[in-house]
Structure formats: structure tokens, C-alpha cells
């Protein structure tokens, strides 16, 4: 199998504290993954560097068919790349509309000159429609987000990620805060999402894993632990010294 | 979305229309074309506070939309000021010295014209020669160039080095501030060029035009400036109405998540930084030839807070906020700098407003950012009744120059 994103050997350290320690993995293009570890095993720091807001001190970080290194490129550089990535806590824009924060995501030219004269075509509102029907916000179209529910503002987020058609999409907690309802609609949302491309979900909620039937990596002190199907790794006796069994 | 510009942004045409109805009546009033219920120097009054409004609406749009607070806006405007002003004089200069050598038995050569012109200019700094910088100022059309390209190159040079070093909030309006400072300090030296302290002045005499009164000419400056308020009001609505309003809104809010979304915030800020100090520095231009004089006090650090203040009263984030907060603030000024508020006796002590003008104009400062943070400008939400989304009091976005809730508007 071809990987889309290899990441080898990448140690980072912040004042001495090793947050990730030759950490190796990989991930093919349509794939969805999911990461656990307790807190502190470097989920988060692991998606910092793929998305350029950390460097790392050793190591790469190889993208696509070409095995470019994304360490030499800037978050929006990496964004335009194919890599997309949904915050912890929902961050989408308050003060504009669903319809805003969707047509900003939308892939299309970044350029400041060519935005500025960026006027919306028929299948451009056609899509966004498409997309806020997808996530279930096709009523809240001219609300302002902030307006929205915890969760509806979580899948606008997961909307506005789709808009973007990254090959690659990281996924920080996404289940954080939701209703069982909600939940199970964010598994469908990523279950379809990683058909035609690569998704990584990083969670704490077993039950939630569970759900999402993928392989598991998990984390512990800035390396791979353990790699496998969800009932593989819970029966390994490391992960379960270190992750399970407290 | 298939409405048009003005169905979309009612507010344009509503601004468009009060600027043309008062252009016409104060037209009507002056003396050159009408009643002379307005003296010809309050008309300059009003022209001079109409650029103000314009370079207000710059600052509106890098500080009420991008969240950028810059403190050094008054330099391109001051900048704007200086370069159309060293046409005037020059123009002018050579049009006397012409005059008074012509009659002299040996005619003078070119040379001797423009070495006559720097004695004049120059005198008062113990000067002849001309500096390098006044290279083009025989040419009306190339200084009119200047004026867009000098405080351009400088806005992109600054915010090139300011926004790719990611220098945001307090830190970028301190190094604003420094540079402001920098300008007029070299400014105000007699060997910058620009003849220090005593600035440029007689910039009110239109070259070629001795024969027109004042009255006719700033009524002419009016009406430039009214023009220019109206393009530029239109031009920076139609900026923020689209896509770029949207992702300069959301640099203001969150600036990491627009990176995330595969935007350079770096090249949109260096973008409205640019364009705002280009808009400035036309308001300048417009406003020195009505003011007569430019000097380096003009783009002192205290300049860019005034602007500040003027926007932040009037209501940021909204255009006509911008523009209703310059205008008010800046022609109250005049009023009580101008000695023409009565002062208050109080028995003990008489308030003579031309020295308490500015503890007022601190106060409500103070007043409007703790009781009425959208400004002037808010009392329109009154009218049409407009929610902003409910937050329970916290910001829109998690970085320094986002909304607080309570200003947001719909």
C-alpha cells in the first residue's frame, strides 16, 4: 500500500521534556486511524507537527506521492498541501453566517487579489449547500455560527474541513462534549469522509473508537506503543499497564 | 447571493446620499456660489474634516475589520500631505521668482530660476541647494504619483518586515508608534530635506490661480474631498461586503484557525495595511492644500491615538461609524479649541475649554469604551433592532484584536 503521509523519527522537545520521542508512522490515502494514549503522550504535538505549528528537532515529515517534507512549509502552505485539521474545541468564525464560514473553506484560489475579487458562481452555492445538508445545518445556513449548538458548531468545523478536499484530515477529539445522538452522527460523518480519503482521529472515549471500527495506534511518552485493531491492542499488556488498566 | 452590491449593503447608499445632500447644501451656503452663510474658512473647516473622515474609514478597516490597531496611520497621511505640498511650493515659488526676475536687464537662465526657487524655499534652513528628494518637484503629475507611491513602499516595506516576524496586538501598535515617532523626528531635522520645523507652507496658493479667490478654492477642495470620502467609502464597502471581508473578519477573530484554512494570513494583513495606508495618504493630500501648512508636529505619535480615538468613539467595525466618530469629534474639537464654547464660571475657578478640551475628549474616551463599546455608531442597532450573536460576554475569537462580543454586529 502507497502512504500518503510518512512521518520518521521525529523527536521534539519543549525545555528539556521530550513531548515526542522518535515517533515512526504512517498513513495509506484513504484511510481512517485512530490515535489513544493518556494525556501527555503527545496526541496533540504529533498533529502540530504535521501541520507546520511545531517544528521538530530530528526526524521527517515526507507528504504525498512525491515524499515532499512538509517541515519546510508554513501552516497555510501545508494547508493548501491537502492537510486539514479540526481543533479540540470548535473553532469556526461566530460573527459571520454558516454560509460564510462554508464559502471560506471552500477550495479555491488563496491569493489576497484573487479573493478580493471573488464573487460566488451557481455551483459554489450549490455546493455549500450540498455541504451544510451533509452536516445537517442546511436550516442554519444565514445564522451566525455562533449562534449554534456545541455540537452543530463541531460539525460545521467538520464542514468547513470537507470544503477544504484535503487528502488528509486530522481530527482532534471530536466527540468531546456531544450527546450519544450527536456522537453517532460524527461517526457516520468520518466513516464517509475516509472512503476517498485519509482521516486520523485522535480520542479518548473508548466507546467512541469502538465505533469508528479502524486500526489503532496508540501513543504513550512521544512513541507508537502499540499498532493494530481496537481488540488487538487492548489485549496487549503494555498498553494495558500503561493506558487501560488506571 | 445573486443581489446586488447595494441590496446587500443598504447603509452604502443611505452614506452616498447624506454626503450628496450635504455637499450640495454647503454649496448653496458658500460664498462662492451661494448665500455666503458659510464662511469661506469653515468651508475649509468642513473639507479638512471630510478627509479626516476618509482616513478614519482606513483605519476602520485595519483596525474595526483586519483587528490590526495601528498607531502610525497618520504618517502615510502626513507623508500624502508632504508630497503634494512640495509641488505646491515649488509651483508657486517658481511662479514669483519668475515674475520678479523678469524684469531684470540680463533675462536669468533656467539655472539661475531654480537656484533663485531653493534660495527661497530653502532660506529658512540656511539652504539653497536643493535636496535629492525634490527631484520631481517641478512636475505636478509625478509628485501626485509620489503621494500614492512613498507611503505605499513604506506601509509595504514596515508591514512586510512587521507581519512576516508575526508581530500581532499591543507589540505592533507599540512598533507603529515607533515608526510614526522615527518619521517626524527625522522630520522635524533641517538637513532631512523638507525643511524641518517650519514644515511646507502656503500650500492654500493654488500655483497659476492668483486671480481666483479663496472662496472658489475650497470650495473646489470640498467638493475634491467630498469625492474622494464618496470613492473611498464605496471602495472599502465593497471590500469587506465579499470573500476578502469575510477572511479579514476571520484574521481578526482567530488568526490561527485562517492559517489553518490554507490562507497567508501574512500577505492578506500586509494587503489592508498597504491598501489603508494608500487611502490615508490621499486624504492627506487632500487635506494639507486646505489647512495651508504641513510640519512634522502634524505626524507626531499623538496623531495616530486622535485617529484611534475618533474611530473607537464613532463605532468600529462599521464603516459609517468610522466616519460619523471623525467627523463629530474632530469638528467638536475645533469648536472648543477655537474658543467658541463659552467657558463655565464656577465661582472659584472659570473652565476655559481651550485647555480642558482634551480632558473632555479623554473622558468620553474612557466613557465610550467602558459603557457604549460600539460607539456613535451603535444607536443605529437601536433603530433596526440588530442581535449580535449571544456569547455570554465572551470574545469572538481567542487573539488580541477580535470583537468583544458586545460590539459585534450583525
Given amino acids: 500500500m502507497s502512504t500518503l503521509l510518512e512521518v520518521s523519527g521525529v523527536s521534539v522537545s519543549f525545555d528539556g521534556f521530550k513531548a515526542i520521542n522518535n515517533l515512526s508512522f504512517s498513513i495509506g490515502p484513504a484511510e481512517l486511524r485512530a490515535i489513544i494514549g493518556p494525556n501527555g503522550a503527545g496526541k496533540t504535538t504529533f498533529m502540530d507537527i504535521v501541520t507546520g505549528k511545531t517544528r521538530p528537532d530530528e526526524g521527517a515529515v515526507l507528504w504525498g506521492e512525491t515524499s515532499q517534507s512538509l517541515l519546510r512549509m508554513n501552516e497555510s502552505q501545508i494547508a493548501r498541501a491537502g492537510i486539514g485539521r479540526k481543533f479540540q474545541r470548535p473553532t469556526v468564525f461566530e460573527d459571520q453566517t454558516v454560509y460564510d464560514n462554508l464559502a471560506m473553506a471552500l477550495k479555491k484560489d488563496r491569493a489576497p487579489w484573487s479573493v478580493l475579487f471573488f464573487r460566488p458562481a451557481a455551483e459554489d452555492a450549490a455546493r455549500i449547500e450540498e455541504l451544510a445538508e451533509e452536516i445537517g445545518l442546511a436550516d442554519e445556513l444565514h445564522r451566525k455560527s ?19 478536499e484535503p487528502r488528509l484530515l486530522l481530527v482532534d477529539e471530536p466527540a468531546a462534549g456531544m450527546t450519544l445522538a450527536e456522537r453517532e452522527h460524527t461517526t457516520d460523518l468520518l466513516k464517509e469522509a475516509a472512503k476517498t480519503r485519509a482521516v486520523v482521529v485522535v480520542e479518548h472515549d473508548m466507546e467512541f473508537v469502538r465505533r469508528l471500527d479502524c486500526r489503532v495506534t496508540v501513543l504513550h511518552e512521544g512513541s507508537v506503543l502499540a499498532e493494530g485493531s481496537l481488540d488487538h491492542v487492548t489485549k496487549n499488556q503494555d498498553v494495558i499497564d500503561v493506558y487501560l488498566g488506571r | 447571493m445573486t443581489r446586488s452590491f447595494f441590496a446587500r449593503n443598504p447603509s452604502v447608499l443611505i452614506f452616498i446620499a447624506v454626503l450628496a445632500v ?15 452663510a458659510l464662511s469661506t474658512s469653515f468651508v475649509k473647516t468642513l473639507g479638512k474634516t471630510l478627509c479626516l473622515c476618509l482616513v478614519a474609514i482606513a483605519m476602520d478597516l485595519i483596525w474595526g475589520y483586519a483587528g490590526i490597531l495601528s498607531l502610525g496611520h497618520m504618517a502615510f497621511f502626513g507623508l500624502g500631505g508632504y508630497m503634494i505640498g512640495m509641488w505646491l511650493m515649488y509651483a508657486r515659488t517658481e511662479a514669483i521668482v519668475a515674475t520678479s526676475m523678469a524684469n531684470a536687464q540680463i533675462p536669468p537662465t533656467d539655472q539661475e530660476i531654480v537656484d533663485a526657487i531653493g534660495t527661497q524655499i530653502f532660506g529658512v534652513v540656511g539652504s539653497s541647494d536643493f535636496p535629492p528628494i525634490w527631484i520631481f518637484a517641478d512636475s505636478l503629475a509625478l509628485q501626485l504619483m509620489l503621494v500614492v507611491l512613498v507611503p505605499g513602499l513604506l506601509a509595504l516595506v514596515f508591514g512586510w518586515l512587521a507581519f512576516r516576524s508575526r508581530v500581532t496586538g499591543v507589540y505592533l501598535s507599540i512598533l507603529t508608534q515607533a515608526m510614526t515617532l522615527a518619521l517626524s523626528l527625522y522630520l522635524f531635522q533641517n538637513d532631512s530635506g523638507l525643511r524641518g520645523n517650519n514644515g511646507l507652507s502656503g500650500l492654500q496658493n493654488l500655483p497659476g490661480a492668483n486671480n481666483i479667490p479663496q472662496a472658489d478654492i475650497s470650495l473646489w477642495f470640498f467638493w475634491a474631498s467630498a469625492f474622494a470620502l464618496g470613492v473611498g467609502y464605496l471602495l472599502a464597502a465593497w471590500i469587506v461586503s465579499g ?5 479579514i473578519r476571520g484574521i481578526r477573530d482567530d488568526e490561527a484557525r485562517v492559517r489553518f484554512l490554507g490562507y497567508s494570513v501574512e500577505g492578506y494583513k500586509l494587503f489592508v495595511f498597504t491598501i489603508t495606508a494608500i487611502i490615508a495618504a490621499i486624504a492627506g493630500a487632500l487635506y494639507y492644500p486646505q489647512a495651508g501648512i504641513i510640519n512634522p508636529a502634524e505626524i507626531a505619535p499623538i496623531a495616530s491615538i486622535y485617529l484611534a480615538v475618533w474611530v473607537a468613539i464613532g463605532g468600529r467595525g462599521r464603516l459609517y461609524g468610522a466616519v460619523i466618530g471623525a467627523a463629530f469629534v474632530s469638528l467638536l474639537s475645533t469648536m472648543f479649541t477655537g474658543g467658541q464654547v463659552p467657558s463655565v464660571p464656577l465661582g472659584f475657578y472659570t473652565i476655559d475649554w481651550v485647555d480642558w478640551w482634551q480632558v473632555l475628549l479623554g473622558l468620553s474616551f474612557v466613557l465610550v469604551t467602558l459603557f457604549a463599546p460600539k460607539g456613535i455608531g451603535g444607536l443605529v442597532d437601536l433603530v433596526t433592532g440588530r442581535r449580535p450573536p449571544d456569547r455570554h460576554g465572551a470574545d469572538l475569537g481567542p487573539d488580541k484584536g477580535s470583537l468583544q462580543e458586545r460590539e459585534a454586529e450583525q
Avoid at chain 1, 455562533?146 to 477544504?164: D, T
Fill in chain 2, 22 to 36: 450635504f455637499t450640495l447644501a454647503v454649496t448653496l451656503a458658500s460664498e462662492a456660489t451661494g448665500t455666503g
Fill in chain 2, 243 to 247: 470573500k476578502f471581508g469575510s477572511v
Fill in chain 1, 146 to 164: 455562533g449562534e449554534l449548538s456545541h455540537g452543530q458548531k463541531q460539525w460545521l468545523e467538520i464542514g468547513m474541513l470537507l470544503a477544504q
